[in-house]
């Protein structure tokens, strides 16, 4: 009688099984690294939308106010920002609860979603007198800077420049 095998030998399918773990022992480390550079430029990105949205409210003449106070004191201002992803709350930490900057801020971070790199779980926006840039976790400098300077000293009146020019004043203004 003539049997008739159709089916695959125990030293095939091994060669097959090895095959396959030496695919996976070469791609999986690629696959990771490009995941890791997705994380970081979707982080970039929102360090780019967090630092339109400070330079947005940091044109508000009430806002600047509020801010260059901290300017005058410690001559740069920072803080954090991170999101509660169950109940979609901002946090905030280095800028007052009931602070003009914050109210400007949170409408217009809304939308933000937290760091997608691992072991980040905040943003960090430092803001020096001479520049306003929006830094990742890691230190870098993301996106466009404008400058800040001082014009006059006994008026505290500072001046905001990028493509276009801001001026605005930390002293009180007076009404007629």
């Given at each position: 009688?003539?049997?008739?095998?159709?089916?695959?030998?125990?030293?095939?399918?091994?060669?097959?099984?090895?095959?396959?773990?030496?695919?996976?022992?070469?791609?999986?480390?690629?696959?990771?690294?490009?995941?890791?550079?997705?994380?970081?430029?979707?982080?970039?990105?929102?360090?780019?939308?967090?630092?339109?949205?400070?330079?947005?409210?940091?044109?508000?003449?009430?806002?600047?106010?509020?801010?260059?106070?901290?300017?005058?004191?410690?001559?740069?201002?920072?803080?954090?920002?991170?999101?509660?992803?169950?109940?979609?709350?901002?946090?905030?930490?280095?800028?007052?609860?009931?602070?003009?900057?914050?109210k400007e801020l949170e409408p217009t971070l809304h939308?933000?979603?937290?760091?997608?790199?691992?072991?980040?779980?905040?943003?960090?926006?430092?803001?020096?007198?001479?520049?306003?840039?929006?830094?990742?976790?890691?230190?870098?400098?993301?996106?466009?800077?404008?400058?800040?300077?001082?014009?006059?000293?006994?008026?505290?009146?500072?001046?905001?420049?990028?493509?276009?020019?801001?001026?605005?004043?930390?002293?009180?203004?007076?009404?007629p």
């Amino acid at each position: 009688m003539k049997q008739n095998n159709k089916g695959f030998s125990l030293v095939e399918l091994i060669i097959v099984i090895a095959i396959m773990a030496i695919m996976s022992a070469i791609l999986v480390p690629q696959i990771m690294k490009y995941m890791d550079k997705s994380r970081v430029s979707t982080d970039l990105s929102t360090c780019k939308s967090i630092e339109s949205c400070v330079n947005l409210a940091l044109t508000n003449d009430g806002v600047w106010q509020d801010v260059s106070y901290n300017w005058m004191s410690h001559r740069d201002l920072y803080f954090y920002v991170k999101k509660d992803n169950a109940s979609g709350k901002l946090f905030f930490k280095g800028i007052a609860r009931g602070g003009r900057f914050r109210k400007e801020l949170e409408p217009t971070l809304h939308g933000l979603e937290n760091p997608k790199q691992v072991g980040k779980n905040s943003y960090k926006v430092y803001i020096k007198l001479g520049t306003v840039p929006v830094y990742d976790d890691r230190g870098n400098a993301i996106g466009e800077t404008f400058t800040v300077k001082k014009v006059d000293v006994t008026t505290d009146v500072y001046e905001i420049t990028d493509d276009s020019e801001y001026i605005f004043s930390t002293a009180p203004t007076s009404t007629p």
